[in-house]
């Protein structure tokens, strides 16, 4: 979103009287990613008839002369009526009604409305437009026309006249196309017809058939050429004017003739049809075909089958039917009710003609519609596949399915030949084929071709513009001569608007020409996408439109999916629609849209309108569908999906006016130069001394500090910045580089924690960490970021950051610190590279969960943690699984009848292990006890997996004396001692075991920090830096695993999860932390992050640009409530730029951070806790230390309203806001809380009821 969006839309907000602030945030997701593939090119488009293959043109041939046959509909009435007098139409009523209309009472009846017709006075060539209820009428009505030489022009009845919709719009505008034609319509709907020439205030005149007809009237029939109009169908136009196409009696004629020829019709068929009148297939395939060919007909209101799909086949054998039709979606409907066949005793072995048409034909759909049928005789060839339009007089393309081969009919091609002359395949169900139905060969006396973008013809198989011409083609668009241009080639073809290629001289549709999307270059073709959308559960079949949107000024196409969902987990079926097109075809949508069925948009004949939907979205008519999905609970993460890693992103500074002050430097001599000018000099030393502006003190003397800073600001005054720089020298060992980096900033961090204003701290580091090929990794320095990122999360001081400086370049330092010191506070963890400031974020990583771990069968494990509830699930699956020769190490003996005890003989029931106890951190010890393993087993070491740690689970209960300025130098040294010191006596004891693995077990709390756990968050940065070293600079086999939380294992267990939670950490069972150790163990890279939720704003806010796509833009504001409408008026001029959908939240104040600019994953957090307020029930606080708790909840939270149910942490809290939320109840209330009680306790009423236990 562009930054001038974003602040016309708070300018629009803030011009509304009583608004006091506003903000705005985007919320983005993550891209759904798949697994990687080399892509391939397709193959360039050959040269018109180049390798040998025939140009993509074929001629259904002549059509046999018929001196015998009528040359107009006028003509084939009275054929029909003098030759087959009664023969004629059944016509079924939704309601049970039947009646019949032979041709010869049709005859009679269509002259004596002719009769009425003429008296009103229309004349020869006048257009009339219908609005009919009743088939009989309508029937009536066509002829009369015809016999006249009036235009009838069917247009669908409207859903009601009261009111303005899609169909009175569509009536409207046909009438004004039409130049205010009469309108016919039943006596029913007469008054509803005439009121709507009030509501338009036009002339407007309407008449009934029944108030027309003179009885016994003959009067002549109007002498009708072959080449005179005789009937005008109604099509969708972009506009939203329908456009009119003309027909003359030709084209119809020849049409019926063909299809007649093709398929065998004659004068013997029966033939039925449920599909409207108003449809080019219910009145020219059927109504005019049957007259012309004078068979038998049945013709059945819409409503008949909508209400009960299975009686299409009870009317199938109870007429005999012969023939029939309907679109795809009647064959789904059809076969859901496959289930209640059971009952029928049908005879369907009369049916030899059902054309599926109207709309795309999914294979498996018709294949499972004749499955269905077999038992009841329908011939296994019945089912033909049809293509028609309006503009070529209806199906005039048929091929053939077959019950008995399923590929018949099909043709297979590999994707990525679409773009070429395409791969014809076997059939096969797989990601790189796709299977079309082909739509065959055309009529007698129509031609088609398939051309490219500048109509040149294309050879067959390549996909191009399908072009019609021939004796079934409309005269034009009646009154659109534009639409006609466009529409027509300088040599007479007509542009069908389709997309296809033509095989062995057979058809095959690939999409609509006006719908290819073009995503970044890429064409894609919709059925493709809409027939993978399909396949999801909780999308109906037909009811799915992949569409491109290039809109809002956007630069590209972007992929919009819309979807009528069968299910009510509509957010659950929007994941799986992404998650498959990501699969399939690498495609992320821009948007995936639920839409009611009753607004899904589609022409009478069945056809989507694409357009229509993409005009909706832009309305603004799908926002609260959107914004429902934003606000849905949210599904479990799939375990697929939870995997990340590291990777480094450019990022330039944004400078910030910052007065300079007092500026101390902690640095070294050597490199004291290169950090630029400053007040006092800090160097390392054993005691404290001054001489002038420089001091020296020990790292590690936490008085020294005390004494420094005192000292300065008596002498110098406040302190604005300081400059720890110690740790940009080169570690000379493991202990001076701890020392020189996070036990110095600990304990500086602590120092400055305690004064009132605190200064800004920068921390330089060189060889900090690994950014790109060529660093090197000062590996003591690694347990800085997340001692780092912790006190930023606790809020330490008002603004901290780590600067890697490039080694290799001390010339830059100066200019890269001033660079720094004018930064905005953007990013906690910078490094700077060849001139180019870098940020770490993360990359989602597509992991197969059923790869094969890099684990050897029967090998030697040594697995560090003991028999800890995790290493004892691994343990355990090692023996079951590999045979593994086991080496467990843990911190102390096991005691006779302990629980360690009881795990460790029912390991051994399972295969071969050996327990020591030992110091991790003893080199020698764990040296001896490693080839004291491989003696025994007469094998060399395959792996270590490093789980110990010491247990910090009892900090819960104390967490603000955990803080990085309260923590204890031996809370620092216990953890440091498994994970900093362990590692580096397992690096000595892997030293001369070469292709041994390594398997660190980190936490994301190391990437992250982790509020009163900063010595843990240390610990296991170390961990991940170490791993960079051993794995990237080394070459070493390395995996280190960075995990959220194992819940039913390990120190974990039990402890509080909703905190974890809402920064996106998903808990782990032990079966989703095995599986994913073993997918990880598959993969080659050096670190992952698990159990990462991509929705959470606080990870989402994590990624790297190129895997996050926007989702709405929430625009907060505080002070006086405002209606949305009025906002969104206020606004309406942004809103249409806006590419995403557009929420307005009212909150008590914007949640800003501690330098004081907008919170923006905070204000994400408070607009949808807003929103899922207002879709749950609201719990009043009920007693008057829930109402005081609530009111400091709303203080510090930003929220008006807060009810005794609602959870801190899923109102935007989090650690920062618990240590202030718990010191404004601490310094209000007469009674005290601790942090760690929030957390376990997380709601006003629950809180409430632990603080009145403790009175």
């Given at each position: 979103m562009s930054s001038e969006l974003m602040a016309d839309l708070a300018e629009a907000v803030r011009a509304?009287?009583?608004?006091?602030?506003?903000?705005?945030?985007?919320?983005?997701?993550?891209?759904?990613?798949?697994?990687?593939?080399?892509?391939?090119?397709?193959?360039?488009?050959?040269?018109?008839?180049?390798?040998?293959?025939?140009?993509?043109?074929?001629?259904?041939?002549?059509?046999?002369?018929?001196?015998?046959?009528?040359?107009?509909?006028?003509?084939?009435?009275?054929?029909?009526?003098?030759?087959?007098p009664d023969r004629g139409t059944v016509l079924l009523t939704a309601e049970g009604g039947e009646s019949f209309q032979s041709y010869a009472e049709l005859f009679t009846e269509a002259r004596e409305l002719l009769a009425g017709l003429r008296k009103k006075g229309l004349l020869p060539g006048d257009s009339v437009l219908f609005q009919f209820a009743d088939n009989r009428n309508f029937v009536t009505a066509f002829w009369a026309c015809v016999l006249g030489g009036f235009v009838p022009t069917p247009c669908g009845v409207p859903l009601g006249f009261d009111r303005e919709n899609a169909g009175t719009r569509k009536l409207r505008n046909a009438w004004e196309l039409l130049e205010?034609?009469?309108?016919?319509?039943?006596?029913?709907?007469?008054?509803?017809?005439?009121?709507?020439?009030?509501?338009?205030?036009?002339?407007?005149?309407?008449?009934?058939?029944?108030?027309?007809?003179?009885?016994?009237?003959?009067?002549?029939?109007?002498?009708?050429?072959?080449?005179?109009?005789?009937?005008?169908?109604?099509?969708?136009?972009?506009?939203?004017?329908?456009?009119?196409?003309?027909?003359?009696?030709?084209?119809?004629?020849?049409?019926?003739?063909?299809?007649?020829?093709?398929?065998?019709?004659?004068?013997?068929?029966?033939?039925?049809?449920?599909?409207?009148?108003?449809?080019?297939?219910?009145?020219?395939?059927?109504?005019?075909?049957?007259?012309?060919?004078?068979?038998?007909?049945?013709?059945?209101?819409?409503?008949?089958?909508?209400?009960?799909?299975?009686?299409?086949?009870?009317?199938?054998?109870?007429?005999?039917?012969?023939?029939?039709?309907?679109?795809?979606?009647?064959?789904?409907?059809?076969?859901?009710?496959?289930?209640?066949?059971?009952?029928?005793?049908?005879?369907?072995?009369?049916?030899?003609?059902?054309?599926?048409?109207?709309?795309?034909?999914?294979?498996?759909?018709?294949?499972?519609?004749?499955?269905?049928?077999?038992?009841?005789?329908?011939?296994?060839?019945?089912?033909?596949?049809?293509?028609?339009?309006?503009?070529?007089?209806?199906?005039?393309?048929?091929?053939?399915?077959?019950?008995?081969?399923?590929?018949?009919?099909?043709?297979?091609?590999?994707?990525?030949?679409?773009?070429?002359?395409?791969?014809?395949?076997?059939?096969?169900?797989?990601?790189?084929?796709?299977?079309?139905?082909?739509?065959?060969?055309?009529?007698?006396?129509?031609?088609?071709?398939?051309?490219?973008?500048?109509?040149?013809?294309?050879?067959?198989?390549?996909?191009?513009?399908?072009?019609?011409?021939?004796?079934?083609?409309?005269?034009?668009?009646?009154?659109?001569?534009?639409?006609?241009?466009?529409?027509?080639?300088?040599?007479?073809?007509?542009?069908?608007?389709?997309?296809?290629?033509?095989?062995?001289?057979?058809?095959?549709?690939?999409?609509?020409?006006?719908?290819?999307?073009?995503?970044?270059?890429?064409?894609?073709?919709?059925?493709?996408?809409?027939?993978?959308?399909?396949?999801?559960?909780?999308?109906?079949?037909?009811?799915?439109?992949?569409?491109?949107?290039?809109?809002?000024?956007?630069?590209?196409?972007?992929?919009?999916?819309?979807?009528?969902?069968?299910?009510?987990?509509?957010?659950?079926?929007?994941?799986?629609?992404?998650?498959?097109?990501?699969?399939?075809?690498?495609?992320?949508?821009?948007?995936?849209?639920?839409?009611?069925?009753?607004?899904?948009?589609?022409?009478?004949?069945?056809?989507?309108?694409?357009?229509?939907?993409?005009?909706?979205?832009?309305?603004?008519?799908?926002?609260?569908?959107?914004?429902?999905?934003?606000?849905?609970?949210?599904?479990?993460?799939?375990?697929?999906?939870?995997?990340?890693?590291?990777?480094?992103?450019?990022q330039s500074i944004v400078e910030t006016d910052r007065a300079e002050g007092v500026r101390v430097l902690f640095a070294d001599e050597e490199h004291e130069q290169r950090f630029g000018q400053h007040t006092v000099v800090v160097v390392p030393g054993t005691r404290f001394s001054q001489n002038d502006g420089r001091f020296s003190i020990d790292p590690e003397n936490s008085s020294h500090y005390h004494d420094l800073f005192a000292a300065v600001r008596q002498q110098f005054g406040p302190v604005d910045t300081v400059l720890h720089a110690w740790a940009a020298a080169p570690s000379p060992n493991l202990d001076a580089g701890l020392?020189?980096?996070?036990?110095?900033?600990?304990?500086?961090?602590?120092?400055?924690?305690?004064?009132?204003?605190?200064?800004?701290?920068?921390?330089?580091?060189?060889?900090?960490?690994?950014?790109?090929?060529?660093?090197?990794?000062?590996?003591?320095?690694?347990?800085?970021?997340?001692?780092?990122?912790?006190?930023?999360?606790?809020?330490?001081?008002?603004?901290?950051?780590?600067?890697?400086?490039?080694?290799?370049?001390?010339?830059?330092?100066?200019?890269?610190?001033?660079?720094?010191?004018?930064?905005?506070?953007?990013?906690?963890?910078?490094?700077?590279?060849?001139?180019?400031?870098?940020?770490?974020?993360?990359?989602?990583?597509?992991?197969?969960?059923?790869?094969?771990?890099?684990?050897?069968?029967?090998?030697?494990?040594?697995?560090?943690?003991?028999?800890?509830?995790?290493?004892?699930?691994?343990?355990?699956?090692?023996?079951?699984?590999?045979?593994?020769?086991?080496?467990?190490?843990?911190?102390?003996?096991?005691?006779e009848g302990s629980v360690k005890a009881e795990r460790l003989a029912d390991l051994r029931m399972l295969g071969e292990v050996e327990y020591r106890s030992l110091d991790i951190g003893d080199t020698a010890a764990l040296h001896s006890a490693v080839a004291q393993a491989e003696r025994r087993w007469e094998r060399p070491l395959s792996g270590i997996l490093h789980l110990a740690s010491n247990d910090v689970s009892q900090q819960w209960a104390r967490l603000e004396e955990h803080t990085v300025a309260r923590a204890s130098r031996i809370e620092f040294a216990e953890t440091y001692r498994a994970k900093v010191h362990g590692t580096m006596a397992i690096a000595e004891v892997l030293r001369n075991r070469p292709d041994t693995l390594l398997v660190l077990f980190s936490s994301v709390n190391g990437e992250f920090g982790g509020s009163s756990f900063g010595a843990y968050s240390s610990a296991n940065s170390f961990l991940n830096g170490f791993a960079d070293y051993w794995g990237r600079e080394q070459g070493r086999p390395v995996r280190c695993l960075s995990w959220s939380m194992w819940t039913g294992s390990g120190m974990n267990q039990g402890s509080p999860s909703a905190a974890a939670a809402s920064r996106g950490f998903v808990p782990i069972d032990d079966a989703g932390g095995l599986a994913s150790l073993l997918a990880a163990l598959g993969q080659e890279r050096v670190n992952l992050l698990i159990g990462l939720d991509r929705r959470n704003e606080h990870i989402v806010a994590e990624l790297a640009p190129e895997h996050l796509r926007s989702t709405e833009i929430v625009v907060a504001y505080s002070g006086d409530v405002v209606e949305e409408q009025v906002l969104r008026t206020q606004a309406a001029s942004v809103l249409a730029r806006s590419e995403v959908p557009v929420r307005f939240t009212h909150v008590a104040q914007i949640p800003r951070d501690p330098a004081g600019a907008v919170d923006q994953a905070a204000l994400l957090a408070v607009a949808r806790a807003e929103s899922q307020r207002g879709r749950r029930k609201y719990a009043e606080p009920e007693t008057e230390l829930e109402r005081k708790l609530a009111a400091i909840w709303g203080d510090v939270l930003g929220h008006e309203r807060i009810g005794r149910d609602d959870a801190f942490f899923e109102l935007g809290g989090n650690s920062l806001r618990a240590a202030q939320l718990v010191a404004r109840i601490n310094g209000s209330l007469p009674m005290r809380v601790a942090v760690h009680q929030l957390y376990d306790h997380p709601t006003v009423g629950r809180l409430a009821k632990v603080l009145e236990a403790s009175r």
């Open positions: 509304q009287p009583g608004v006091a602030d506003v903000a705005c945030a985007v919320r983005k997701e993550a891209r759904t990613v798949r697994t990687e593939q080399a892509p391939t090119a397709p193959e360039p488009v050959p040269e018109t008839g180049s390798d040998g293959l025939p140009l993509a043109e074929v001629h259904g041939g002549e059509l046999p002369a018929d001196p015998t046959a009528p040359k107009t509909l006028a003509q084939a009435l009275r054929l029909a009526a003098e030759l087959a205010h034609p009469v309108v016919l319509t039943d006596s029913g709907l007469l008054d509803a017809v005439n009121g709507l020439g009030q509501s338009w205030h036009a002339e407007f005149t309407a008449y009934c058939n029944e108030e027309l007809r003179k009885p016994s009237a003959q009067p002549d029939l109007f002498p009708a050429e072959p080449d005179d109009p005789v009937v005008q169908l109604l099509t969708s136009g972009s506009t939203g004017v329908p456009k009119c196409v003309r027909h003359a009696n030709a084209s119809i004629v020849a049409r019926t003739l063909a299809s007649a020829a093709a398929n065998g019709f004659d004068e013997h068929d029966v033939s039925l049809n449920w599909i409207p009148l108003d449809h080019v297939g219910g009145v020219i395939m059927h109504n005019v075909g049957n007259v012309v060919l004078r068979n038998h007909h049945v013709n059945a209101e819409t409503d008949a089958f909508l209400a009960d799909p299975l009686v299409w086949m009870d009317w199938v054998h109870r007429f005999r039917v012969t023939n029939t039709w309907a679109p795809n979606f009647a064959f789904s409907l059809f076969n859901d009710n496959a289930h209640r066949v059971a009952d029928r005793d049908w005879d369907l072995s009369c049916l030899r003609h059902i054309c599926n048409g109207g709309e795309a034909v999914v294979t498996r759909t018709a294949q499972r519609f004749l499955e269905v049928l077999r038992p009841f005789g329908l011939p296994a060839d019945s089912l033909l596949p049809t293509f028609g339009m309006s503009e070529i007089a209806s199906g005039t393309i048929y091929s053939t399915l077959s019950g008995d081969d399923p590929t018949q009919g099909t043709i297979s091609v590999e994707k990525t030949s679409l773009g070429g002359r395409l791969r014809v395949v076997e059939h096969r169900d797989t990601p790189e084929v796709i299977t079309f139905t082909e739509v065959g060969r055309p009529l007698p006396g129509l031609r088609m071709r398939i051309v490219d973008d500048r109509n040149r013809p294309l050879p067959e198989d390549h996909v191009g513009r399908l072009q019609f011409s021939g004796s079934t083609m409309m005269t034009g668009y009646y009154r659109n001569p534009e639409a006609n241009r466009k529409s027509y080639t300088e040599d007479g073809w007509f542009n069908s608007g389709d997309l296809g290629f033509i095989h062995d001289g057979r058809l095959t549709l690939t999409g609509r020409d006006s719908d290819l999307i073009v995503v970044q270059g890429v064409n894609y073709l919709n059925f493709d996408i809409e027939s993978i959308v399909e396949q999801v559960p909780g999308t109906e079949v037909t009811f799915v439109a992949a569409c491109g949107d290039s809109g809002a000024g956007a630069e590209t196409e972007k992929l919009v999916v819309f979807f009528v969902p069968t299910s009510p987990d509509v957010a659950g079926t929007v994941t799986r629609i992404k998650a498959r097109l990501a699969d399939e075809i690498g495609l992320q949508p821009h948007l995936v849209v639920p839409v009611e069925r009753s607004r899904f948009p589609k022409t009478n004949s069945g056809k989507i309108q694409r357009s229509q939907l993409i005009a909706d979205l832009h309305a603004g008519k799908f926002d609260d569908a959107l914004r429902d999905l934003v606000d849905a609970p949210d599904e479990p993460v799939d375990s697929s999906e939870w995997f990340f890693e590291r990777v480094w992103t450019e020392r020189a980096g996070p036990y110095s900033v600990r304990l500086l961090l602590a120092e400055l924690a305690s004064g009132a204003d605190g200064p800004a701290v920068l921390v330089f580091t060189a060889n900090g960490l690994w950014v790109r090929e060529g660093d090197a990794v000062d590996v003591p320095k690694s347990a800085l970021p997340g001692l780092v990122r912790t006190a930023v999360a606790e809020g330490t001081v008002p603004l901290l950051r780590q600067v890697d400086l490039p080694a290799e370049n001390p010339e830059r330092w100066a200019g890269i610190v001033r660079s720094e010191l004018a930064a905005a506070p953007d990013a906690d963890v910078v490094a700077h590279r060849a001139g180019i400031r870098l940020v770490p974020r993360l990359r989602p990583v597509p992991l197969d969960l059923d790869g094969a771990p890099d684990l050897v069968q029967g090998g030697v494990y040594a697995i560090t943690g003991g028999l800890g509830g995790i290493a004892y699930q691994i343990a355990e699956y090692l023996l079951a699984t590999y045979q593994a020769r086991l080496l467990l190490i843990g911190r102390s003996p096991i005691s």
